[in-house]
């Protein structure tokens, strides 16, 4: 009888989404896999956080910070949150884009959409022409392809660079970014965010999801995967050196070798060795090359080194005239969109309608704002309120009954993080909500609201920032984030050669990074990797959850689903 293999050493570098997941697929193999995950940080979760705030002040204990929310069509998240005994909270979309003659929503048809009409409808036709020729508009900058086009300047920069920037944190990039990713907001299954009109741009209000805490969900994600025996947390410890990546007499134990020291308290150890068998850097490409040093090739350098990055500041505040300084944030009818001369009776009364929608319901979540000096370079800002349920009572696990197990909710284990997150009898809050939202529903009033604004690319747009303009006495929170560029040169440099590079060197590499700035990537990401490592992918079946890991494999790994794992005729 042949001796049973010992179990691969695999460590993890980063504690974020993608190297959670990578983590948690290769929990499932407790026989297979001893995995080690460090993060310098105390907790998991990585960019997708938790703040504590004032209950008392705000009506709400506390604000998920850095990711706000999700796609309906994000099924990888919203699985894995179910599963844990958290779920999204359904919230409708609305944006206020621009301020004063510049101003637009999707609310309702205001003057300067009318303006811009022309440009709107040839804007589907040219959706279809660079879907078609994808790998081709893949290389083209969105700036490019706007004259190539000869849409107007003004259509750009007012419509196009807000609407693309917002959703997929392109920020101030956004001119140089591939003119692919204008299609993958209308057309792609996976990645769609918005119906097209070829009278408003965007037809409709979409549903968006909030999520639940974070900081609870992330805790819940790893009990489970701790509970399996085979994965062991190292948080508040860095790995400071990838010594090799091959078996030598300096690594006699395994052919990755890192250095890593520990940190608590502002204490820090000496640095310590480990050795493991395969490597997953879920960090970003800057550290990934950092780590790797002299270890890493001439392709890792090229392809991680072409990943560029910008440093953004969130102000988290209570400055309600700052915000209306600088968005409109309430109804106006001075910006309502004159009627078309040749609209029906029929479009003419629909119109009516949604300004009568928008004087009673006009709530927008996401406000975007471009600077007088330069039009190309915005500013957002978020209403954490409209956006986040727990500022109308939801309790931090959303809206999730315990005993429910549809749809594969609850289906892991319950914790202790997981029960007290569900537990519907703690409600605090309730003196500050004496506000309410479109449906009824208390909320604290505009007043107490907890507004974000991100400040955009400090190396190139810091001296139009208008930062100083929100009142100290108002700041709640302030944090930097270093964040990815997606301009064109990512589609071109990095995005396409990552499978030549994964798997090599027992190197593999997860993040969202890697193809777009997306939760949903960063998830799919992690899974990918532990299944090039020889695990399952854990929602295999699941059509909805399958369709983007297919594909995030063809990208960044070169490789298709295992035999095993596909079906039909050319499987």
């Known amino acids: 009888m042949a001796p049973t293999p010992a ?23 407790p026989d297979r896999y001893e995995v080690t995950i460090y993060d310098k940080q105390n907790t998991t979760g990585g960019m997708a956080t938790s703040v504590d705030i004032d209950v008392d002040k705000y009506g709400a204990s506390y604000i998920n910070d850095g990711v706000q929310g999700c796609s309906p069509v994000f099924a990888n998240t919203i699985r894995m949150f179910r599963m844990l005994g958290f779920e999204a909270t359904e919230v409708e979309m609305q944006i206020s884009f621009g301020k004063g003659k510049d101003f637009w929503t999707n609310v309702y048809p205001t003057s300067l959409v009318a ?17 078609r020729f994808e790998p081709v508009f893949a290389m083209i900058p969105v700036h490019v ?14 419509m196009v660079y807000p609407l693309v920037a917002l959703f997929f944190g392109t920020g101030n990039q956004t001119p140089y970014i591939s003119s692919a990713i204008l299609e993958r907001v209308f057309k792609d299954p996976s990645m769609r965010l918005f119906e097209y009109s070829e009278k408003s741009l965007l037809a409709s209000i979409p549903t968006m999801l909030a999520f639940p805490k974070l900081h609870d969900v992330y805790q819940a994600w790893k009990d489970e995967i701790v509970s399996r025996g085979n ?31 520990s940190a608590y308290q502002g204490l820090e150890s000496s640095s310590q060795e480990a050795f493991f068998d395969e490597l997953i850097l879920a960090i970003d490409a800057d550290s990934c090359l950092q780590l790797l ?21 969130t102000i988290t505040h209570n400055d309600l005239e700052y915000m209306q300084k600088y968005y409109e944030t309430q109804y106006d009818s001075s910006h309502n969109a004159p ?12 119109t009516e309608d949604t300004f009568t929608f ?10 975007t704002m471009q600077y007088p000096q330069d039009k190309s370079k915005i500013e957002m800002s978020f209403d954490l309120t409209h956006y986040q349920p727990q500022f109308r009572g939801e309790k931090p696990a959303g809206p999730i009954d315990p005993s429910d197990t549809s749809s594969h909710r609850n289906e892991c284990k319950s914790t202790d993080v997981t029960r007290a997150a569900q537990d519907s009898s703690k409600s605090i809050g309730n003196s500050v909500r004496v506000g309410h939202d479109a449906s009824g529903r208390p909320e604290p009033p505009l007043e107490r609201h907890v ?9 190139g747009s810091q001296d139009l920032w208008t930062w100083k303009d929100i009142k100290p006495g108002k700041k709640i929170y302030e944090k930097w984030w270093k964040q990815q560029s997606h301009r064109w040169q990512h589609y071109a440099g990095t995005v396409p050669w990552m499978m030549w590079i994964n798997g090599r060197n027992k190197t593999f590499y997860a993040g969202a990074w890697s193809v777009l700035n997306m939760h949903e990537l960063a998830v799919t990401s992690g899974f990918a990797a532990a299944y090039r490592l020889g695990a399952e992918y854990p929602f295999h079946g699941d059509e909805d959850c399958e369709r983007l890991f297919r594909m995030y494999l063809a990208t960044s790994h070169g490789v298709r689903m295992r035999k095993a794992d596909r079906s039909g005729l050319l499987a």
């Open 7 to 29: 179990p691969k050493r695999i460590c993890i570098v980063g504690a974020g989404a993608s190297g959670m997941s990578a983590a948690y697929a290769l929990s499932r193999h």
């Open 115 to 131: 303006q811009f009409q022309g440009d709107i409808a040839r804007f589907g036709h040219v959706l279809t022409t660079i879907k």
């Open 358 to 367: 928008a004087r009673d319901s006009f709530r927008p979540l996401y406000y």
């Open 145 to 158: 392809m706007l004259k190539m086009f000869r849409f107007s300047k003004d259509f750009g920069e007012k």
């Open 339 to 350: 009627p078309e001369e040749n609209a029906s009776a029929q479009e003419r009364r629909e």
């Open 451 to 459: 507004f974000q604004t991100i400040f955009l690319d400090r190396d």
């Open 293 to 313: 040093g002299k270890e890493a090739t001439w392709l890792e350098n090229r392809i991680l080194g072409n990943v560029k990055y910008l440093y953004d500041v």
């Open 231 to 261: 994965v062991t947390f190292k948080l508040n410890h860095e790995v400071l050196e990838v010594v090799s990546r091959h078996t030598s007499r300096a690594s006699p134990s395994g052919p990755v070798h890192i250095k890593y020291k």
